[in-house]
């Protein structure tokens, strides 16, 4: 099956600071999605970017389906950006493979 | 907006007590998953469903059953539940893949407690 695949897994940053975060994926996908997981458990649906670049206020995402990766970037964090980050592909069967995640704590 | 709700946010039940889990969705998705999941395991689909009084088994299925009378509605059931159930359970619905547009939303979670 599928295999995806994130880095770091773990990003500490102080308040202001951008960072950016990866997806691999091991074979060719239809869909991307990016999720926020905030410290109460809810998934927040941060970007459906099968290929090409998109953004979102301080959020922007760029997937290269050629190249097998998808990249997150976050700029000026905040606070409330801490939490964990995934990205998720869907296979052929509908079914949704996430990543490992990315564990973000942004610092005051 | 869309719309994915979960009957209780917190939920503590009994060793073998029967437990119904209830997820609703407002976008007429044909597609409804079920996940739990565990620290150190991420999210593991245990049953999916593409259309109504359809189920499909997922990675994890051994001790639920699930249920989908109404397109909108998916429930989770635990038979007899178990301490090793305890976890986050995370529905999700999303339209089928046919039309290259399936973004999965997900509900607020359950977390559940099984003493």
């Known amino acids: 099956g599928i295999q995806v695949e994130q880095s770091p897994p773990d990003l500490i940053l102080q308040e202001g600071a951008n960072s950016t975060l990866r997806c691999n994926f091991s074979?060719?996908?239809?869909?991307l999605q990016w999720f926020h997981q905030n410290p109460w458990g809810q998934l927040i649906n941060l970007f459906y970017i099968p290929s090409g670049t998109k953004q979102n206020g301080r959020l922007s995402a760029t997937t290269v389906a050629t190249e097998r990766y998808s990249l997150l970037y976050i700029s000026s964090s905040q606070t409330t950006d801490s939490g964990v980050y995934f990205c998720a592909v869907v296979d052929n069967t509908d079914k949704l493979i996430f990543g490992t995640g990315t564990r973000l704590q942004v610092f005051p | 907006d869309v719309k994915v709700t979960q009957s209780s946010r917190y939920l503590v039940k009994r060793t073998g007590e029967k437990v119904f889990l209830e997820c609703v969705q407002d976008?007429?998705?044909?597609?409804m998953f079920w996940y739990r999941q565990d620290p150190g395991l991420g999210l593991r689909l245990i049953y999916f469903s593409y259309d109504v009084k359809m189920k499909e088994k997922g990675d994890i299925p051994e001790g639920y059953s699930v249920s989908r009378e109404k397109k909108e509605r998916f429930s989770l059931i635990l038979e007899s539940a178990s301490t090793n159930q305890t976890s986050m359970y995370l529905c999700a619905s999303s339209l089928p893949k046919s039309g290259f547009y399936n973004e999965q939303f997900f509900g607020p979670g359950t977390r559940l407690t099984v003493l």
């Open positions: 074979d060719s996908v239809n869909n």
């Open positions: 976008m007429d998705h044909e597609n």
